[in-house]
């Protein structure tokens, strides 16, 4: 069978998550009847220190709906250049919420605070776009599963706090950060005005995200979540998946963490202008191919013919993503396809 490394979605639920599914007690979510789905809101708010959560299908809907509940239509959201809310989310802000969106760029998607308080021009009057809201990614994606530093977002709250702005975490993979870092949900957590999680990347369950923040914020975002046709029946089902992926793979992360740290340095020793193995931090081992005669696609290509599947998500950028359908047997066999389609 083919090893799949283009993302920690790939993943397919176990038979203890499926059971989990099949045993759920559930009710109707819309009257707020599910019980498998109120304890899991509850549950993952309580990790992270929040009054209330809100379940969704997907992690693009979770930011959606947090944003819109700190950015008013003609106002302005600020994130990094490579953030997934401004490039994978296909304008939702802007077309569901009439938010804009200014950006700034970083090294690794690598937060530094004073990189957005510089841009940040709240209460701009009746002549320039009015700030009110900072989104901060972590692990960052496309930054190759960077972990944002405790004291940069320290930084970025103080700073916020002075100019009346609100924050927002993208923390579809905040149990990476935590595992790598050490740094617990709940001080992340009092950080931010909003967060969402993914349960659904590294942590394998089949769908669903949650949308974090106060009881206010999350009941005006339950009726958001309805309009945009996302009120779901007897979810339980879900959440059962969510509850287990909680139970059992948080701590297995530094599994995936090892192995990604493994696939970067044996690259490394083929080509060290491919990547820095320093910066491979978590789940996700992003290559630079600038110095080689073949664009991303085509290695991508390569890969596949001999089994392992990459994601080629720029010209000249590859992304492999470890995931807890692959272990050590398949990172050694990885390793080795690897070398010959670099050599070859
Ligand atoms: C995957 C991901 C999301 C959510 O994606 P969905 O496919 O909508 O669930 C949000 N933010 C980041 C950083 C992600 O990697």
């Known amino acids: 069978m083919a090893i799949d490394l283009r993302s920690d979605t790939v993943t397919r639920p176990s038979l203890g998550m499926r059971e989990a599914i099949a045993s759920a007690p559930v009710g109707d979510d819309v009257y707020g009847d599910d019980p498998t789905v109120n304890s899991l809101e509850e549950r993952v708010a309580a990790m992270f220190g929040k009054e209330a959560g809100v379940f969704t299908p997907t992690g693009s809907l979770a930011n959606q709906l947090a944003i819109r509940m700190l950015v008013n239509p003609g106002e302005e959201l600020l994130a990094e250049t490579n953030s997934h809310i401004v490039r994978a989310e296909l304008g939702a802000a802007a077309v569901f919420s009439g938010i804009t969106t200014r950006t700034w760029p970083a090294n690794y998607g690598l937060l530094k605070a004073a990189d957005a308080l510089e841009i940040a021009r709240p209460n701009s009057g009746p002549y320039l776009v009015s700030t009110t809201a900072i989104a901060v990614e972590n692990t960052h994606n496309f930054g190759g599963g960077t972990v944002q530093p405790i004291s940069e977002i320290k930084e970025l709250r103080k700073g916020a706090d002075e100019l009346g702005l609100a924050l927002h975490l993208d923390g579809a993979r905040i149990w990476n950060a935590h595992i790598a870092s050490g740094v617990s949900f709940a001080e992340y957590g009092q950080y931010f005005d909003t967060i969402s999680v993914c349960l659904s990347k590294g942590l394998g369950a089949p769908v669903g995200s949650v949308m974090l923040s106060t009881t206010e914020r999350v009941t005006k975002a339950r009726v958001w979540r309805k309009r945009y046709g996302a009120g ?60 080689l005669p073949f664009s991303a696609a085509e290695f991508a290509t390569r890969c596949r013919e001999k089994g392992l599947w990459i994601s080629a998500l720029g010209p000249k950028y590859a992304r492999l993503v470890t995931h807890l359908d692959f272990d050590d047997n398949q990172c050694a066999e990885a390793i080795e396809i690897l070398k010959i389609a670099l050599v070859a």
């Not at 029946?233 to 959440?239: E, V, Y």
């Not at 139970?247 to 963490?257: K, Q, T, V």
């Not at 696939?263 to 202008?273: L, P």
């Open 232 to 291: 779901m029946r007897q979810i339980g089902l879900l959440a059962a998946a969510g509850h287990y992926a909680l139970d059992n793979n948080i701590e297995r992360l530094a599994d995936d963490h090892r192995r990604a740290k493994e696939i970067a340095h044996a690259i490394h020793a083929i080509d060290s202008s491919l990547i820095d193995p320093t910066t491979v931090q978590t789940n996700i081992v992003g290559l630079d191919l600038a110095h």
